[in-house]
């Protein structure tokens, strides 16, 4: 492999990563789905939830997704390594949650990843969850209020008129 073709690799992979954050920040659970192998896994001992091919990604995704008031995920890229068509790495989280249930805190994690080439590209083959550090003491912030205009595909946030916009 030459270096320009393992450089190529090494970004993709971070945009996959990249990618499997926006999708869950965003909550689209369909686009998440697509980003694993067909026999892909989505590990998460410490829940615990086991998720295996795109359709429980996806199915799975949306029941953890009912559960939440909010939740935001910071990714921050790890090591990569990659072997021809398959390839391990790591990626480390910090995430603020807040579920309907009351239950809300703090966490860092790290992804445990593998990967592997495929006509559409680097997906994941597995992906497992492990958390690091969590802190369940009542967060202090929210989520901000927001006001839906049926008439208007975009949510209005409240904040804005709160600082005067």
């Known amino acids: 492999m030459n270096d320009f073709r393992a450089t190529a690799d090494l970004v993709e992979i971070q945009a ?3 990618e499997f954050t926006d999708a869950v920040m965003m909550r689209d659970r369909a686009r998440l789905s697509r980003l694993f192998t067909p026999d892909g896994a ?6 615990p939830v086991e998720l295996v091919g795109p359709e429980q990604i996806r199915v799975g995704g949306e029941k953890l997704q009912e559960q939440w008031d909010f939740f935001v995920q910071n990714t921050h890229p790890g090591a990569i390594r990659i072997d021809g068509d398959t390839a391990t790495g ?3 989280l910090f995430e603020l949650a807040r579920l309907k249930s009351g239950l809300q805190g703090l966490n ?12 559409d590209g680097w997906r994941f083959t597995e992906r497992v969850y492990e958390v690091r550090y969590l802190d369940t003491t009542p967060l202090t912030g929210s989520a901000p209020a927001r006001r839906a ?9 409240l ?4 600082v005067g916009y």
């Open 42 to 47: 989505l590990r998460m001992p410490n829940i």
């Open 149 to 157: 205009d049926p008439d208007d595909p975009g949510t209005v946030l």
């Open 108 to 119: 860092h994690a790290v992804y445990h990843d593998r990967y592997r080439r495929t006509e």
């Open 16 to 18: 996959l990563q990249a």
């Open 90 to 92: 790591r990626a480390y």
């Open 159 to 162: 904040l804005r008129e709160a």
